[in-house]
T-cell receptor, first 114, second 117 residues
Framework: AQSVTQPDIHITVSEGASLELRCNYS??????LFWYVQSPGQGLQLLLK??????LVQGIKGFEAEFKRSQSSFNLRKPSVHWSDAAEYFC????????????FGAGTTVTVRA | DAGVIQSPRHEVTEMGQEVTLRCKPI?????LFWYRQTMMRGLELLIY????????DSGMPEDRFSAKMPNASFSTLKIQPSEPRDSAVYFC???????????????FGPGTRLTVL
């Protein structure tokens, strides 16, 4: 079964600074990979996804992520964060053999300071 | 599109009472998921429907939990009787049919925050 690890529980970043959130997955083949964002009191919103092809994926709100097979990673980046980026971020992995089931990481909470 | 609609947004009830959570998936989506989110366990998949049929209910905690999908536009998650440990945020998500042989992402509703006293 697939699994996801988000090593950082909480990250604090200054507004305008760059942000990188780490995600490592465990799966025997090429997975489906997703990043979701959850603002307080809201549901999860998809930021971006990787299914195949170009390993650098562009998403909404200026986010991008890079799939690195050799490192089993799918880290999320943003060059310059805005105060509105304060939220919880979830990495998720899906298996191609069982493609409805997503395994979510524990999440990383991002705090943005002025 | 209105997105996935869940009701109620908040529910406070007393232990032993029956609780019914409701979900309207996005029109055209044929997969529906119920998740539970807690601090201790994170996001857990409870049950998955495809074309209104329950495919995987292995995440349903126990017999007190039941879910139905009588048609393509409505699903319920019922807890009877409820217990304080059921307190959590319950999310409904839907997904369109796969396109190009690839699975699609899940679209989440705003969630129902359940508190059982």
């Amino acid at each position: 079964a697939q699994s996801v690890t988000q090593p950082d529980i909480h990250i604090t970043v200054s507004e305008g600074a760059s942000l990188e959130l780490r995600c490592n997955y465990s799966y025997g083949a090429t997975p489906y990979l997703f990043w979701y964002v959850q603002s307080p009191g809201q549901g999860l919103q998809l930021l971006l996804k990787y299914f195949s092809g170009d390993t650098l994926v562009q998403g909404i709100k200026g986010f991008e992520a890079e799939f690195k097979r050799s490192q089993s990673s799918f880290n999320l980046r943003k060059p310059s964060v805005h105060w509105s980026d304060a939220a919880e971020y979830f990495c998720a992995v899906g298996a191609r053999s069982n493609d409805y089931k997503l395994s979510f990481g524990a999440g990383t909470t991002v705090t943005v300071r002025a | 599109d209105a997105g996935v609609i869940q009701s109620p947004r908040h529910e406070v009830t007393e232990m032993g009472q029956e609780v019914t959570l409701r979900c309207k998936p996005i029109s055209g989506h044929n997969s529906l998921f119920w998740y539970r989110q807690t601090m201790m366990r994170g996001l857990e998949l409870l049950i998955y429907f495809n074309n209104n049929v329950p495919i995987d209910d292995s995440g349903m905690p126990e017999d007190r939990f039941s879910a139905k999908m009588p048609n393509a536009s409505f699903s319920t998650l019922k807890i009877q009787p409820s217990e304080p440990r059921d307190s959590a945020v319950y999310f409904c998500a839907s997904s369109p049919p796969p396109s190009g042989g690839l699975s699609n992402e899940q679209f989440f509703g705003p969630g129902t925050r359940l508190t059982v006293l």
